[in-house]
């Protein structure tokens, strides 16, 4: 696997803290004490540890980061994908956790009564009838606009599963 990055950003390059737990200096966390998260992708995304933007992150690729004992809320985002999965991980000194984005795909199958312009977490896909949409496994906001009128759903899709939406617009 690639290390990534090359050159550390400095969020990068410093040891982390949890955001919960008490307070400690970045400069206080020795190697004795912290412990390692390890975090891979199989798509592409940008990552962020409790809220902290850490970089992009390409398939296949890893980043290593020392961290102190605590637990950590991890996000990969893709907005031009639709793309956005958390992970809580606990880090205890002395020890690596590895966390592995890897997420699966479902669909979404939208019905609109009489008809609409789709909107799939703010993207334009075209007007009813439609064809079931492919999208990543997660949460996606689903708008139909026809005429003045306005609807929008908010869909949980888990992976291998194709989620039902029914809109009624008239």
Not at 8 to 19: H, L, Y
Not at 26 to 35: F, L, P, R
């Amino acid at each position: 696997l690639i290390e990534q990055p090359k050159e550390p950003t400095p969020a990068a390059a410093a040891a982390i803290v949890p955001a919960q737990g008490p307070k400690r200096s970045q400069t206080s966390i020795s190697a004795v004490e912290s412990g390692r998260i390890e975090i891979t992708s199989r798509v592409a995304c940008v990552l962020s540890l409790d809220g902290q933007r850490l970089g992009p992150l390409a398939p296949g690729a890893t980043i290593s980061q020392a961290a102190a004992p605590g637990t950590y809320e991890l996000r990969c985002v893709d907005e031009n994908v639709g793309l956005d999965l958390s992970r809580s991980v606990k880090v205890s000194a002395r020890s690596k956790k590895v966390v592995a984005f890897n997420p699966g795909k479902g669909s979404i199958d939208v019905k609109v009564v009489p008809w609409g312009r789709v909107y799939l977490n703010q993207k334009d896909v075209g007007l009813t009838p439609l064809a079931p949409i492919e999208v990543y496994e997660g949460t996606h906001v689903i708008e139909v606009v026809r005429q003045g009128k306005r609807a929008r759903e908010t869909v949980q899709v888990p992976a291998g599963t194709t989620a039902q939406v029914l809109i009624r617009l008239d």
